[in-house]
Nanobody, 121 residues
Framework: QVQLVESGGGLVQPGGSLRLSCVASGFIFSRYAMSWYRQVPGKERELVARLSSGGIYRDYANSVKGRFTISRDNAKNTVYLQMNSLKPEDTAVYYC??????????????WGQGTQVTVSS
């Protein structure tokens, strides 16, 4: 069955960096676009970044452009989210998601369990 296991979250000071990883299994990873969402309690989930199956096409929320980078290693079945210049408003649970096709426009069909990121001094 499909599994998405996130790691790399934690507590970081403003201006710091974190790299989230998501290891996928149960499907042919290289055939599917992937994305990262985040959610703050009481608010809707927000799309952070998305990436095509081949890793060529990327899209970011305006709030993270220039600070976050999404990438993937299809040989390792892993998608990453490099987060730099972190701000307190980046505090959230971050979710790795699988899309049901090669394009990052395809709908999300599976969610990971999430990893907490807290940006605070």
């Amino acid at each position: 069955q499909v599994q998405l296991v996130e790691s790399g979250g934690g507590l970081v000071q403003p201006g710091g960096s974190l790299r989230l990883s998501c290891v996928a299994s149960g499907f042919i990873f290289s055939r599917y676009a992937m994305s990262w969402y985040r959610q703050v309690p009481g608010k809707e989930r927000e799309l952070v970044a998305r990436l095509s199956s081949g890793g060529i096409y990327r899209d970011y929320a305006n709030s993270v452009k220039g600070r976050f980078t999404i990438s993937r290693d299809n040989a390792k079945n892993t998608v990453y989210l490099q987060m730099n210049s972190l701000k307190p408003e980046d505090t959230a649970v971050y979710y790795c998601t699988k899309r049901d096709g090669t394009s990052y426009y395809d709908r999300v069909d599976f969610w990971g369990q999430g990893t907490q990121v807290t940006v605070s001094s």
